[in-house]
């Protein structure tokens, strides 16, 4: 008869019974560690420091368009920059989490990611012209996306090594704001995705 108070031969533990309680005990590990990841992702998130003297170019080459999305000309300006205290008085807080901190908004819930009419999408942080209607198109992923920005001399794209992989990370020339990501897996004829942040940009419809 099994006595229920016996303790199993130390043999024993080593065979198939461990199994479920290894596997409890990674699942259990690797929740805690996804969790510590994110974790101090957010915590590490810093905010834009203005330029100094030394720090990139002090003057930025543009393009200017009007109402009607047409271009009107290029200038050569200096780059629009502000304190961290001045960008969070100025923007709503979801803009300023992301241009700013280089945030995410949840999929879906952005202001322009179904927008359908016809105008521009300029930046929420200086109002420079970034992406058109006629190069937007629906990529199901919930955020607005595009297959080139209205002017390649708007925008900036770097390397951005974090999440554990790489990715294009896309920013506004003029104020360094994040926009979001660029992927090689859009549509004709360009073959790229650019997929942005609603509430780093404002939608402007074409007068």
């Not at 979001?180 to 073959?191: N, V």
Request: net charge negative; aromatic share 10%; glycine share 8%.
């Amino acid at each position: 008869m099994l006595n229920l108070y016996d303790t199993p031969a130390l043999e024993e533990k080593s065979g198939p019974p461990e199994k479920p309680r290894r596997a409890f005990i990674f699942t259990a590990a690797a929740t805690l560690s996804a969790a510590a990841f994110w974790g101090l992702r957010r915590s590490t998130v810093h905010a834009a420091e203005p330029l100094q003297e030394n720090e990139g170019p002090s003057m930025v080459t543009i393009i200017d368009f009007d109402a009607q999305g047409n271009r009107t000309g290029t200038r050569t300006i200096p780059r629009l920059t502000r304190t961290d205290d001045e960008w969070k008085q100025l923007l709503p807080k979801e803009s300023y989490l992301i241009l700013r901190h280089e945030d995410t908004e949840r999929a879906f819930t952005g202001d322009s990611w179904n927008e359908h009419r016809a105008g521009l999408f300029r930046c929420r942080g200086c109002d420079l012209a970034l992406f058109s209607s006629e190069t937007k198109f629906e990529s199901g992923t919930g955020w607005p996306s595009f297959y080139q920005p209205i002017a390649e001399e708007n925008i900036v794209k770097t390397v951005d090594g974090s999440l554990m992989m790489v990715r294009t990370a896309v920013s506004c020339r003029l104020c360094d704001g994040h926009l979001g990501h660029g992927f090689d897996d859009g549509p004709a004829p360009t073959g790229l995705r650019y997929c942005m942040n609603s509430f780093s940009m404002r939608f402007v419809p074409f007068a």
